[in-house]
């Protein structure tokens, strides 16, 4: 897309839950809420980035939420808003979250994602996670899903 904004990732502000939120509605089947997101906020394991425009620093694109537990990240939830999907942001997101645990002497990162989410999937497996196993009737509707992992020390990617 022409005339795209330029973005910076950083910490969520604690004004931005709501906005967060809303993208939330907006992109996933079954949505956190606002008190979910200020919940990974006060844990402090716990990162909440959001993708914004360096302009004016107000435009919210997209977000990644991770825990650093021990040697491992575990990947919680990860989303672009629908009018800036399909430009790689996705990708940047998982890949910032890759570097950091590099950066900070992780092994592994995990996550679980539906098995009917093929877009997600296959940006895992870009970034170059594994499936490890299938966890039946993991979401509260019933679906399955995929485990991934991905060793940092084998990770041949690039930021």
Known sequence: MENDPVLSL???AADELLAIAAIEKRVHRQP???????????KPYSHLWVLTDDE??????????FWELGET????NVA???????IGLGERLV???IQHGLKTDRLQVM??????NSSAISLYQKCGFEVLQ??????????????????????????
């Open 134 to 159: 299938t966890r039946k009737s993991f979401y509260s509707d019933g679906e399955d899903a995929f485990q991934m992992k991905l060793t940092l020390s084998t990770w041949g990617g690039t930021a």
């Open 10 to 12: 950083r910490p969520i």
């Open 56 to 65: 004016t620093d107000q435009v919210l694109t997209g977000y990644i939420v």
């Open 80 to 86: 672009v808003d629908l009018p800036y999907r399909g």
């Open 32 to 42: 956190w809420t606002e008190a979910q997101f200020q919940a990974e906020v006060d």
């Open 111 to 116: 996550l679980e994602v539906r098995v009917s």
């Open 95 to 97: 890949r910032a979250m």
């Open 73 to 76: 990240i575990e990947l919680l």
